[in-house]
C-alpha cells in the first residue's frame, strides 16, 4: 500500500453533536456503568486473591463493554458528519 492509497484521519470534532443510544449501544453503556460500579465497590465479604480477582474480572467486562460503545460513537459520527463508511 502507497501513501496515497492511505485513509485520512478522521477530522476534528468542533461542533457538538447529538447521538441517541438505543439498543446495543445502550446495552454497552449500562453493562460499563454495571461493571464499573462492581470494580469499584467489590462485596466487602470479598477479601484477598478472591477480590482482586473480582475486580479483574468487572474491570475486563467494563472494558469490553466501553470498546463496543466507542465502537458504536464512532461509526454514529462517521455517519452523522458524512465521512465515508468502510463496510
Wanted: a negative charge.
Amino acid at each position: 500500500m502507497s501513501t496515497t492509497d492511505r485513509k485520512p484521519a478522521p477530522a476534528q470534532l468542533k461542533a457538538p453533536l447529538t447521538l441517541m443510544l438505543d439498543g446495543v449501544a445502550l446495552q454497552d453503556l449500562n453493562e460499563y456503568r454495571q461493571a464499573s460500579y462492581a470494580a469499584q465497590w467489590p462485596p466487602e465479604e470479598t477479601t484477598g486473591a478472591e477480590r482482586r480477582l473480582y475486580v479483574k474480572h468487572h474491570q475486563q467486562l467494563a472494558d469490553q463493554a466501553a470498546l463496543g460503545l466507542a465502537m458504536f460513537l464512532s461509526d454514529q459520527v462517521t455517519r452523522q458528519i458524512g465521512e465515508p463508511v468502510e463496510l
